[in-house]
């Protein structure tokens, strides 16, 4: 009913800067968001679990893994749905594909809780 899609990802070299965005929207053209409750960026690089790189309430409220304090920066758009992630300062050890997701998004199908976005590849040359 409800899809997340980033885009935004690519090639960039040490030091360099990327921003992602994800967009939520309505799978059905009858389908209408009226809120979103909190949004994450996640990554998962090869051969590791998948962690939380930031994360934003509705509210504005912001979170953030220690390693990317100071160089990302979570925002979101409420109207346009969307969640962005300015990344400043990319490392290597960045490399990963960033997935976003949404905890609880209310719409007129009802309802939809932990949803994923299909992910985009962040890859950091040295």
């Known amino acids: 009913q409800v899809q997340l899609v980033e885009s935004g990802g690519g090639l960039v070299q040490s030091g360099g800067s990327l921003r992602l965005s994800c967009a939520a929207s309505g799978t059905a053209s009858a389908t209408i968001i009226f809120s979103i409750g909190a949004m994450g960026w996640y990554r998962q690089a090869p051969g590791k679990q998948r962690e939380l790189v930031a994360d934003?309430?509705?509210?504005?409220?912001?979170n953030y893994l220690d390693s990317v304090k100071g160089r990302f920066t979570i925002s979101r758009d409420n109207a346009k749905n969307t969640v962005y992630l300015q990344m400043n300062s990319l490392k290597p050890e960045d490399t990963a594909v960033y997935y976003c997701?949404?905890?609880?998004?209310?719409?007129?199908?009802?309802?939809?809780?932990?949803?994923w976005g299909q992910g985009t590849q962040v890859t950091v040359s040295s």
């Open positions: 997701s949404a905890d609880r998004i209310a719409s007129n199908r009802g309802p939809i809780f932990g949803s």
């Open positions: 934003i309430t509705s509210g504005g409220s912001t």
